[in-house]
C-alpha cells in the first residue's frame, strides 16, 4: 500500500523449516507469527527445505488444518539451502508485503503491529531488535540492540550486518527490484541489505525488541574454523565489489574476523555479542 492509500495492508508472513527443526518450536513459531499477534498476517507460507522427520511432518500437516489463518505450503523434494528455499517462498506469497519468521524463534504479540505502521508510512525495509532467548523465553539472555536511523544503519552495515533477518519485514518489489536474495554462504541476508541500501531504498529499525532469537546448545561454537573464515571473505569482496566497503574497512573488517573465527568459544561469544550490540540480561 502506498502512503495515503486507505485501508490496512495485508501481509504475508515466510517461514522457512528443515529436517533439524522440532515440532513444538515449529509450533510455537507459527503460532506466535500468527493467532497470538494483535495484527494478524493474511496468511501464512511454510516452505519445507526437503524432507523431515516424520513427528515434523505431522505437525506441518496439523498446521495447515488448525491455524485460522491460511497456510500456504511450498514443499520442496530435496533440501535446497535458505537462500533457494526463500526464493521458492517468496514466488509464492500472494501480497508484497512480507515478514520472515525463523522456524525456531518467538514473535511477540507487538511485532506487526510495530513494524506494518513503519512500512505503510513509505519504509522498504523494517527490523528490530531481538531477545536472544533459550528453552525458557520469559527469561531473556541478551539484547540485541538494532542501530536506528539511516545514518547510524549506513555506518554499521559497513562493520556488520545491520538488521536481524528473523525480524524484518519487506516491501518483496524492493527485494526483487536489486535481484532479490543471492546465495553467499552464511550471508545471503547482509548481501541483500547492502545491495538495498547501495540502490537507495528505505531501511529502518525499530528499537524495541519485536522478537525472540533462539540461541541454541553450540551455537557460538559453530559461528567458528576456517569454513566461516573462507564465508566472511567472499563476503567482504561482494562489499568492496559494489562500493558499500572501501579497502581500508575491508582490512579492518577482515582483521576482525579473522580473529573472531579464531578464538575459543567462550571469547567469540563475548566478541558477537560486543559486535551485534547484545547486552546481557
Known sequence: MS?????????????????????????????????????????????????????????????????PVPVVRVDLERNVG?????????ARCRHDVVARMDADDVSYPRRFAVQLPVVE??????????HEIGDDETRPLALRRAPVGRDEILAVSRRRNPLSHPSVV?????VEAVGGYEHVPLGEDYWLW?????AGADVRNVAEPLVGYRVTTGAYERRGGLPMFRADLQLQ????????????QWAVNVAVRAGYR??????????????????RR
Open 170 to 174: 519487506f516491501r518483496r518489489c524492493a
Open 121 to 130: 508510512a513509505g519504509a522498504d525495509v523494517v527490523g528490530s531488535s531481538m
Open 3 to 67: 502512503p495515503g492509500t486507505e485501508g490496512p495492508t495485508e501481509f504475508s508472513v515466510l517461514m522457512p523449516v528443515y529436517r533439524a527443526d522440532t515440532p513444538e518450536r515449529v509450533r510455537r513459531a507459527a503460532e506466535s507469527s500468527t493467532v497470538e499477534q494483535e495484527r494478524r498476517p493474511a496468511e501464512l507460507v511454510v516452505v519445507r527445505d526437503g524432507p523431515v522427520p516424520a513427528p515434523l511432518q505431522a505437525e506441518l500437516d496439523r498446521l495447515a488444518r488448525e491455524l
Open 82 to 90: 535458505l537462500t533457494a528455499a526463500l526464493t521458492a517462498g517468496l
Open 237 to 248: 569482496a561482494r562489499l568492496r565489489g559494489i562500493g558499500h566497503i572501501g579497502f581500508l
Open 194 to 198: 547492502a545491495r538495498l541500501l547501495h
Open 262 to 279: 579464531f578464538v575459543p568459544t567462550r571469547l567469540r561469544e563475548l566478541a558477537y555479542r560486543a559486535m551485534v550490540g547484545a547486552q
